[in-house]
């Protein structure tokens, strides 16, 4: 069996299979059986910007205050204890996620703009957590506020969580950048210690018959990862933050193609709330599987082996891969 260890955050990782923010790593339960699986690292799901801001404002329990009392942009806030155990049931959660297993613990916070509700990552870390993932899920959509504002307001908030903690920080960002490359090094500047490509946007749908905007959550096929494999492979030469993939990785190979275009580890979610838990070991068995076949003794060496710098034609990443498509097909 080939050796599959990797290095993601500072921490040192048997193979480089993580389990992503989701549902799934909100029990204890669930994070030994992901273990037992064999995963790598578990991140649990996100605690969010407006719970932290609603405690810190005396409202524990939304669902039992009077929302008149509260501004409007809070108003619409969901009551999210049965998603992540609330605020003070999220620091109980990680102690006891790191009591119960010995593979490292990723707590995820998930907000864009700094404020008050940062320190809060001082309590994460006092909790126990391995590092931090921090999800910066912000939709720009007020016309005044330009890109070099929205990334501004990226940047503040990676240097003030930076600020109050001492644990490795990943920050989950979206593709939706004009200019990605400069802003993965501006992050990279900022702090980050490693960047998690890239986060999905469930998107509203439209409930024709009774005309309301409803929220969707569609799980993800595999024809998302070209994506990331696409920036994981452009980024990688230019970033001292270690890489994750997370988005369409389905399958161990889908996990070597994130290695081979230059990413630490490969995060999963939606197949493991398709096949179950127990689905990991098949994913790191077909990881074993292609370098014992192929006569690989270790994972390390293969990692970047096709970024954008080290394949034989680096413009298959850019532009001119379009035209070969369009050409290709139809000719
Ligand atoms: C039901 C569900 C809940 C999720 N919750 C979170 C979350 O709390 N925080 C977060 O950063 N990402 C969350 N995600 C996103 C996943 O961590 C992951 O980035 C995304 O699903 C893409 O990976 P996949 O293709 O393996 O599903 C969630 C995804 C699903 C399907």
């Known amino acids: ?3 599959l260890t990797t290095s993601y955050l500072g921490l040192r990782l048997k193979n480089p299979i993580i389990a992503s923010a989701s549902p799934l790593s909100a029990t204890i339960e669930n994070i030994r059986e992901m273990e037992a699986a064999g995963i790598a690292a578990v991140v649990l799901p996100s605690l969010f910007e407006e719970q932290v801001e609603l405690r810190d404002m005396g409202v524990d329990d939304i669902t039992h205050t009077d929302k008149t009392m509260l501004p409007d942009a809070l108003q619409h806030i969901p009551e999210m204890e049965g998603y992540n155990q609330g605020v003070g049931g999220y620091l109980a959660h990680i102690y006891q996620a790191k009591k119960a ?4 613990i990723i707590a995820s916070l998930n907000g864009y703009y700094s404020g008050g509700w940062v320190q809060y990552a001082r309590l994460i870390e006092a909790a126990g957590a391995d590092a931090l993932e921090l999800n910066i899920y912000h939709l720009a959509t007020k016309p005044h506020i330009s890109g070099a504002e929205v990334e501004q307001m990226y940047l503040n908030l990676v240097r003030n969580i930076k600020e109050e903690i ?7 960002i979206s593709p939706f950048f004009s200019a990605m490359a400069n802003m993965a090094t501006q992050l990279d500047a900022a702090g980050a210690d490693a960047l998690v490509l890239f986060n999905r946007f469930y998107q509203p749908d439209i409930d024709v ?8 959550l569609n799980l993800s096929t595999p ?3 070209r994506l990331r494999l696409r920036w994981v492979g452009i980024l990688a030469p230019y970033v001292t933050a270690d890489l994750a993939v997370t988005g369409g990785v389905h399958s161990g190979m889908d996990a070597l ?3 081979l275009t230059g990413a630490h580890v490969a995060q999963v979610a939606s197949v493991l709330l398709e096949e179950g838990l127990a689905y990991i070991q098949t994913i790191v068995a077909e990881l074993n599987a292609w370098l014992d076949a192929h006569g690989h003794e270790s994972l390390r060496p293969l990692r970047g082996r096709m970024s954008q710098k080290n394949v034989a ?4 990443f850019e532009r001119a891969n379009y035209m070969h498509v369009l050409k290709s097909n139809w000719n």
Not at 166 to 172: Q, S, T
């Open 1 to 3: 069996m080939a050796d």
């Open 166 to 172: 001492n644990i490795p920080i990943a920050v989950k």
């Open 101 to 104: 297993v010995s593979v490292p």
């Open 257 to 259: 193609k994130c290695i």
């Open 313 to 316: 034609d680096p413009a298959a």
């Open 223 to 225: 024809e998302e990862l």
């Open 209 to 216: 018959a009774q005309e309301l905007v409803v929220p969707t």
